[in-house]
């Protein structure tokens, strides 16, 4: 089983649409959570930490399931510029990083 | 915010040529890089973790021979591709992290390296 699993997709969402990613994880030990953002041929930039109590940042709101063991991000008000791969990433043992595959989102006019 | 600074952004070399390239972070020391590869439109593929004036360890399948890292101080890491042939022709990207408690990687903006 892979220690990071996320729906590839595509997201295919009108602007304005509220869509949401999951992935779930593998380790329970896990320690930290983010999601990143890549755009097409550049690298990932780090989104949002996910903490345990949920966090929200503008339009984007992270949240933590530890029983279940996923992690989710929620998009409000899809803009055009949304448009990417979101990546999540789960740190388990000091620098051992967990990539998911990444989740395609296309937000159309 | 943390800042990781990558060089050379793109790389046309011919075939038999070794490329290096650098990776350095900014504002913050480096406890740890990584080095990944990405081929169009697939997912990040982690080739070797380097932690400070230590031997990097190497993803299984990759060539330890053939992608020289050295990461000698806490601000610079460096990846060598030695003899490289168009396989070799992809997205290079590092990360860095400090390697303290729930610090993410921040990463540089990624090498393009098409071989001739």
């Known amino acids: 089983r892979k220690e990071v699993e996320q729906d590839p997709g595509p997201f295919n969402v009108p602007e304005g649409a509220t869509v949401a990613f999951n992935c779930t994880y593998s380790?329970?030990?896990?320690?930290?959570f983010f999601w990143y953002r890549q755009d097409c041929r550049k690298e990932p930039k780090l989104l949002m930490s996910v903490y345990s109590s949920g966090n929200e940042d503008g339009r984007f709101t992270a949240q933590l399931n530890r029983a279940s063991q996923y992690i989710s991000l929620l998009i409000r008000d899809s803009k055009l510029s949304d448009s990417a791969t979101y990546l999540c990433?789960?740190?388990?043992?000091?620098?051992?990083?967990?990539f998911g595959t990444g989740t395609s989102l296309t937000v159309i006019p | 915010g943390a800042v990781v600074s990558q060089h050379p952004s793109w790389v046309i070399c011919k075939s038999g040529t070794s490329v290096k390239i650098e990776c350095r972070s900014l504002d913050f020391q480096a406890t740890t890089m990584f080095w990944y590869r990405q081929f169009p439109k697939q997912s990040l593929m982690l080739m070797a973790t380097?932690?400070?004036?230590?031997?990097?360890?190497?993803e299984q399948g990759v060539e330890k021979d053939k992608f020289l890292i050295n990461h000698a101080s806490l601000t610079l890491s460096t990846l060598t591709v030695t003899s490289a042939h168009p396989e070799d022709s992809s997205f290079y990207i590092c990360?860095?992290?400090?390697?303290?408690?729930?610090?993410?990687?921040?990463f540089g903006d990624g090498t393009r390296l098409s071989i001739l």
């Open positions: 990433v789960v740190n388990s043992w000091g620098n051992q990083f967990y």
């Open positions: 380790n329970s030990a896990s320690q930290s």
């Open positions: 990360s860095a992290s400090t390697g303290i408690g729930n610090q993410p990687q921040h």
């Open positions: 380097s932690n400070e004036g230590s031997k990097a360890t190497y």
